[in-house]
């Protein structure tokens, strides 16, 4: 039998290890039963990682006073028990991708998803900072609950007193948690990568995870959209559905559909316009080139040789120099708009000038546009005055025939928008009056068309600043419209030189980040993941499917 001093000797050290280790879990559960800890460990272990490049982070004293301003007068709102609805059936909607804020089919867990109009997508901030997701009635949580949290990563349980109080900050977007320490740093909503959930990402992948994460200044950026805007917006997707029998499924398919052949009206019922000037507006949009503008309108009155109603929208917010107003006073009839924003967008602009028309039909150009003398409105108008067509278009001198067709599909190894450059379903000869015209799903942005049907669909969809061809045509297909093609009708597409080109415009023209959040965009609004503008293709004989066999353009996303 060992005698006490010598089981001292070969157990002490053991011993001390374990009254050590007693010690310090007493203190660690001490530290995790106390209130909001949970919060502050998040935050240090997010303050421990590295910082990536893509990561800004933001003025922690600006973003609490901005939190505790808002939760202060959410408050005084409070009526006590009852907790009425401060943002109340929206879809939250990720600022830069265009994808929304989902959920996954256990309804536990906050993901990266395309924005269905199918499903209930919806959420409710309330006056007391609850995210409730309504289809469930669960509030936002961190996922693993309780006060250690493991994973940044969001899901959906209970609304009880673990619930995390949030604050929309609409200057910024961000979605935000005040963590409850002596820094009053904030953490926001934001998508984050499969690989870390810790870093917010620009480019998440579907069923990234949505987690809380240091505040970026692009990649948590979010949209409250309101359903009934969302619906409006998304109005030609609703009810499409994909053909039977065909190999594309999936929701988009439906718009493969083709629209109904252009069909001409008996005499007695066409209309006639026999003086342009009465039943044509010009609109265009530029980005700070009036003298552009003014180039456009002298080549309308040189090859015409009258002026036409012209209304154009160029961004700001500066004023111009008198000389630009002096020149362009030479053309009475134009209307030229300076607004107050200097990245008004494409569409934005074109919407504006749309809804200021006051004539039957508008011609679309762009500003770096010059007619000649096959740029032949008469003709343009005769095809809409006696066929039931919307939109008669052109092409560009020199230029290959950007006019085609809009597929859906399985394209790249995944579901992908694509534009068939100089495939029209329907072939010259659709109008036999104008035996160089076909009927196709787009055409260049030269075309004339019918003011009230392009401003029943929207016009052109406002978000997309640049890119914005394919998605306005896509809109034109699914409401039916038909648009026709004639090849012997063009402008000439003079461009500058890289040294007339105005600061702001190349600003705007050729910022990649720009460019590629319009694309990112694009593709959200139709729940694809890749688009693509295809200029040499084949037709499979046996299902009249079309196969890209050589892209100008692929823009694929995961």
């Known amino acids: 039998m060992m005698m006490p001093a010598v089981l001292l000797r070969r157990y002490g050290l ?7 280790g007693v010690l310090v ?56 028990t009852d907790f009425p609805a401060r943002i109340s059936n929206h879809r939250l909607k990720l600022w830069y991708t265009g994808r929304c804020i989902d959920v996954d089919g256990d309804n536990s867990v906050l993901l990266v998803g395309h924005c269905d109009p199918d499903l209930e997508q919806l959420f409710e901030l309330t006056v007391s900072g609850n995210l409730v997701y309504k289809p469930a009635g669960s509030c936002v949580k ?5 006060p250690n949290p493991t994973s940044p990563e969001l899901g959906l349980g209970e609304c009880d007193g673990d619930s995390l109080r949030f604050s929309f900050q609409k200057e910024t977007g961000f979605l935000t948690v005040l963590v409850p320490d002596e820094k009053g740093a904030v953490l926001c909503v934001s998508p984050a990568s499969k690989l870390d959930p810790y870093v917010a990402t620009l480019f998440p992948c579907l069923a990234a995870p949505i987690s809380l994460t240091k505040c970026n200044e692009e990649a948590s950026k ?21 053909m039977e029998n ?43 080139r009036p003298y552009l503008v003014a180039r456009l309108a002298q080549s309308i009155r040189d090859i015409k040789g009258y002026d036409l109603r012209i209304i154009c929208l160029d961004d700001g917010p500066n004023d111009y120099p008198e000389e630009v107003w002096t020149e362009l006073s030479k053309y009475p009839h134009l209307e030229y708009i300076v607004g107050d924003d ?5 569409s934005v602009g074109r919407n504006i000038a749309l809804d200021m028309v006051k004539t ?39 230029f290959i025939k950007f006019a085609g067709s809009i597929r859906f599909g399985y394209y790249h190894k995944r579901q992908e928008f694509g534009m068939f450059s100089g495939h029209c379903d329907r072939k010259p000869g659709i109008i036999p009056a104008h035996p160089n015209c076909e009927q196709c799903d787009s055409t260049s942005n030269i ?91 084949s037709v499979i004989p046996s299902t009249g499917a079309l196969q890209c066999l050589e892209t100008r353009h692929k823009i694929g996303y995961c």
Not at 142 to 146: A, E, M, R, V
């Open 447 to 537: 075309f004339l068309a019918k003011t009230q049907p392009v401003i029943q669909i929207g016009g052109w969809s406002p978000e997309l600043k640049i890119a914005e061809h394919a998605d306005f045509f896509v809109k034109v297909k699914g409401a039916g419209l038909k648009v026709i093609y004639c090849d012997d009708i063009e402008v000439i597409n003079q461009q500058e030189t890289p040294d007339e080109r105005s600061r702001s415009y190349q600003k705007l023209r050729y910022d990649g980040r720009r460019k590629n959040r319009m694309f990112r965009l694009m593709n959200s609004r139709y729940n694809v993941n890749g688009l693509f503008w295809c200029s040499k293709y």
């Open 360 to 398: 039957k039909y508008f011609l679309l150009v762009d500003d770096d546009h010059v007619f000649n003398n096959k740029t032949d409105i008469d003709k343009m108008i005769n095809i809409l005055d006696t066929t039931d067509a919307t939109i008669v278009g052109g092409k560009f001198e020199g």
């Open 25 to 80: 879990l007493r203190e660690l559960t001490t530290y995790l039963n106390t209130p909001c800890s949970a919060l502050q460990r998040l935050q240090e272990a997010l303050d421990t990682r590295s910082t990536r490049n893509n990561v800004i982070i933001k003025s922690s004293s600006s973003l609490s006073q901005q939190y505790e301003d808002g939760y202060k007068s959410q408050q005084e709102d409070d009526g006590g």
């Open 142 to 146: 961190l996922l693993n609950g309780g």
């Open 14 to 20: 053991l011993l001390i290890v374990c009254l050590f």
């Open 342 to 346: 200097e990245d008004m967008g494409i």
């Open 222 to 242: 979010l949209e409250f959209v309101e359903e009934p805007v969302f619906m409006k917006d998304r109005e030609i997707f609703v009810n499409v559905e994909p």
């Open 246 to 288: 065909d190999q594309c499924d999936f929701k988009a398919c439906g718009l493969n559909n083709p629209v109904e052949a252009v069909k001409s009206f008996r005499p007695n019922f066409a209309s006639h316009c026999t003086n342009p000037f009465d039943c044509i507006t010009v609109i265009t949009k530029t980005a700070r």
